[in-house]
């Protein structure tokens, strides 16, 4: 059972249980941390969020769907090294752990 530590948009730090298996946004959307409006189909952009301390490179490639979104999103906020869509990221036992910070929300 992952745990995710997250940092809201005042810097409030919140830590998640989650089940092995689901998306990352899973968890956030469930605690209100997010909108996830599209529901996990890299389509909104409202789950968008800076992963800290080299969780970046645990997390494997960007899918398809998310790198389009993420250029979209550039016009709007910023999008970095540490940018990932939570709903494209499954959870694994390795990333327990993880931590990361809430991207404003558009
Ligand atoms: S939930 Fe919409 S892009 Fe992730």
């Not at 490639?61 to 939570?86: F, I, P, Q, W």
Request: with cysteine; hydrophobic share 35%.
């Amino acid at each position: 059972m992952p745990t995710i530590l997250v940092f809201d948009q005042d810097g409030t730090e919140h830590k998640l249980s989650a089940q092995t298996g689901d998306a990352l946004m899973e968890p956030l959307r469930d605690a209100g941390l997010v909108q996830a409006t599209c529901g996990g189909a890299a389509s909104c952009g409202t789950c968008h969020v800076y992963l800290r301390d080299g969780w970046r490179a645990n997390t494997g490639e960007y899918t398809e769907d998310e790198g389009y979104m993420l250029e979209g999103l550039e016009e709007l906020v910023e999008v970095n090294d540490k940018s990932r869509l939570a709903c494209q990221i499954n959870l694994t036992d390795s990333l327990d752990g993880i931590t990361l910070d809430i991207a404003p929300q558009i």
